[in-house]
T-cell receptor, first 114, second 111 residues
Framework: DTAVSQTPKYLVTQMGNDKSIKCEQN?????MYWYKQDSKKFLKIMFS???????INETVPNRFSPKSPDKAHLNLHINSLELGDSAVYFC?????????????FGDGTRLSIL | QKEVEQNSGPLSVPEGAIASLNCTYS??????FFWYRQYSGKSPELIMS????GDKEDGRFTAQLNKASQYVSLLIRDSQPSDSATYLC???????????FGGGTRLMVKP
């Protein structure tokens, strides 16, 4: 009964390819997020959606396009993958946007660009 | 640019000792503060949240917040080897839902 689940867990692909990562939460939360954690372990917000609407877009290249078909799902599509995209991508969710709502993370997708 | 600073460590403590992890933040209007634990190769796991000045205790963990000095700390009493992990401090302001993370402190508890 995983709360926030991401697929795939590992993704190895060539530079220039297009790939997608899927995320689903069964917590009934309204808000979902995508984070990128680089090799130095810094965890940075990329996008946030609330009830399927984009509310945060943190200067991410437009090769990255999130899509939220419903409030339980937030997928991430990446076009023309570059070497610098290699990282761990975490999906997270929270009950709402309020300051005291903690975020719960998925297990991460380890993306390696060859 | 909102910043959250942590000493990257590693912080090494013997088993049974108190581990003290510190975090400073730059945005004065920050209202919510979280500590996450991340084992190597795993996802961040929420262990403590604190919203008011003072101490908040939960089992072996105590979070301390001082908004005037803009720092938040985490104390781990009776440290165990299983506490060895990276501890991430995260700060959120009340206006939005953006969580800003520090770079994490790696804690090593030696038997």
């Amino acid at each position: 009964d995983t709360a926030v689940s991401q697929t795939p867990k590992y993704l190895v692909t060539q530079m220039g390819n297009d790939k997608s990562i899927k995320c689903e939460q069964n917590l009934g939360h309204d808000t979902m997020y995508w984070y990128k954690q680089d090799s130095k372990k810094f965890l940075k917000i990329m996008f946030s959606y609330n009830n399927k609407e984009l509310i945060i877009n943190e200067t991410v290249p437009n090769r990255f396009s999130p899509k939220s078909p419903d409030k339980a799902h937030l997928n991430l599509h990446i076009n023309s993958l570059e070497l610098g995209d290699s990282a761990v991508y975490f999906c997270a969710s929270s009950r709402g946007q309020g300051g005291n709502q903690p975020q719960h993370f998925g297990d991460g997708t380890r993306l390696s660009i060859l | 640019q909102k910043e959250v600073e942590q000493n990257s460590g590693p912080l090494s403590v013997p088993e049974g000792a108190i581990a003290s992890l510190n975090c400073t933040y730059s945005d004065r209007v920050s209202q919510s503060f979280f500590w996450y634990r991340q084992y190597s190769g795993k996802s961040p796991e929420l262990i403590m949240s604190i919203y008011s000045n003072g101490d908040k205790e939960d089992g072996r963990f105590t979070a301390q917040l001082n908004k005037a000095s803009q720092y938040v700390s985490l104390l781990i009493r009776d440290s165990q080897p299983s506490d060895s992990a990276t501890y991430l401090c995260a700060v959120k302001d009340n206006a939005g839902n953006m969580l800003t993370f520090g770079g994490g402190t790696r804690l090593m508890v030696k038997p």
